[in-house]
């Protein structure tokens, strides 16, 4: 089995690869105290919790955007599977032609998305990753990275909003939304739910305005599914797409991976 995993700001995403197919995903809170043996342990653990634990690992591959956590994660992997994580940085093979000012400075994470989704869907794309922060990337019609826009995520915005009033609350966003709210709660859901897929529709509106051209809509993140039901465009959620571009690039390195 391949372990893949996305380290993100707020979650980790533990995926686990039989051949090219997906055999369960997990998702842990990012904590940035927690030593080589906490992360070990939560590693076994979580495979027991899947049924995976008799599977052999064989292969590992981290994606980051918290560099403390990395060097962290890929020696509770040694420690446990005595596998050497890939961990995906600049130098390494991705397939993907890079159009920005300085590719080293793209995150991981959106490297790997974008891998996935030139790999399984047409393009020119657009990928809405709705994480921490909402990144929507651009891959042209031969799916080269072309840029992309960030603006802030649901919850960041959503704790600003509390924290910084003395009378809104916090509040859940995974029940029924209503447009026009007859209470605070439902208000405050409305903006936020109904505002960010106003704010998707018309990113994705400027875009193919600006490309003249139709582009294939894909989103991912753990706030996506909250989310992008409500947007007016059809958009495919696919919430593995990062895990399987991670995969992708492992099987591009492993035979020149040291």
Sequence with gaps: MLLAIDIG?????IGGFEDEKLQFVSRISTNVRKTTDEYASKLRSVLTLHGASAYIINGAVISSVVPPISSIMKEAIKLVYGVEPLIVSPGIKTGLNMYVENPASVGADLICASVGAKAHYKMPAVIIDMGTATKMIILDKD????????????????????????????IDLNAEAVLIGKNTIECMRSGVIFGNASMIDGMIDRFEDELK??????????????????????????????????????????KIKK
């Excluded at 799916?143 to 916090?170: D, M, R």
């Excluded at 753990?222 to 099987?251: A, Q, W």
């Design 213 to 254: 051209a139709s582009l294939t809509k894909i989103a991912t993140g753990g706030l996506s599914g909250v989310i992008i039901p409500h947007c007016k465009h059809k958009i495919t959620l696919n919430s593995s797409l990062v895990l399987e571009g991670l995969r992708i690039i492992y099987e591009k390195n492993k």
């Design 143 to 170: 799916g080269a990275f072309s840029g992309v826009t960030i603006a802030p995520g649901v919850e960041i915005a959503l704790k600003a909003l509390a924290g910084g009033t003395a009378q809104l609350p916090q």
């Design 9 to 13: 700001n707020t979650h980790i995403v």
